[in-house]
């Protein structure tokens, strides 16, 4: 059965459509069956795969509001044993519909469930936000990767992430746990770099990863 990692961050530009799609290919090609789910309405990542938006026939928003299944909107990608259900430009009005929806919290994992047994894992691109899409998002995973620049600001924003976390843990998700803290675009020659890697590590032992992304031109 796949283990579902929810990929998320409500801040903008820290990495997570680039990490999404790295680990996915990096997975595929180690023989793992791998699902990507785009529910950025941005779709960086469907983008990052190639596929060309005007090309999708369903997308992430009808899978979402019931009008398809999860399986009639999956896209198989040039990547070893990685499919895609893609992101259009129509999620962006999405949280305003589901608020109409009865179960709008459960409907990502109600999706899911038809599909988990066919991927090893399955990755979920999710919005800079911490709406309804993001919480149907970690309703239905098993853990979450939380991509985060070593900046000041940034621990602000795990703090509003981790008592999201623990809202989804105690009313509809038990099992949810982090799966690991990734610093993204990290510079280790900043003194304030080094600090915020360190006060993470002090409250999420364990949790940080080893492997830091640098910086890159």
Not at 42 to 71: L, P
Not at 187 to 198: I, K, Y
């Amino acid at each position: 059965m796949g283990k579902i990692i929810a990929v998320a961050n409500q801040k903008g530009g820290v990495g997570k459509s680039t990490t999404v799609v790295n680990i996915a290919a990096y997975l595929g090609s180690r023989d793992f069956r791998v699902l990507c789910i785009d529910s950025d309405p941005q779709g960086n990542t469907t983008t990052g795969f190639g596929i060309k938006k005007k090309s999708v026939k369903a997308s992430t928003y009808d899978v979402i509001t019931g009008k398809t299944r999860i399986q009639d909107a999956v896209i198989h990608t040039d990547f070893k044993n990685v499919s895609i259900v893609p992101a259009t430009e129509s999620l962006a009005g999405c949280e305003v519909e589901l608020v109409g929806y009865e179960n709008r919290m459960n409907r990502m994992k109600m999706q899911l469930l038809t599909c988990k047994l066919d991927y090893d894992y399955i990755l979920i691109d999710c919005p800079p936000a911490l709406g309804l899409i993001t919480i149907n998002n970690l309703v239905a995973c098993d853990s979450i990767l939380v991509p985060m620049l070593a900046e000041f600001y940034a621990l602000e924003g795990l703090s509003q992430l981790v008592n999201t976390i623990k809202i989804v843990k105690n009313n509809y998700n038990p099992s949810l746990d982090i799966e690991g803290i990734l610093f993204t675009m990290f510079d280790g020659r900043l003194n304030v770099a080094n600090d915020v890697v360190s006060e993470v590590e002090k409250y999420f032992p364990n949790k940080v990863f080893k492997t830091k992304i640098p910086r890159n031109v």
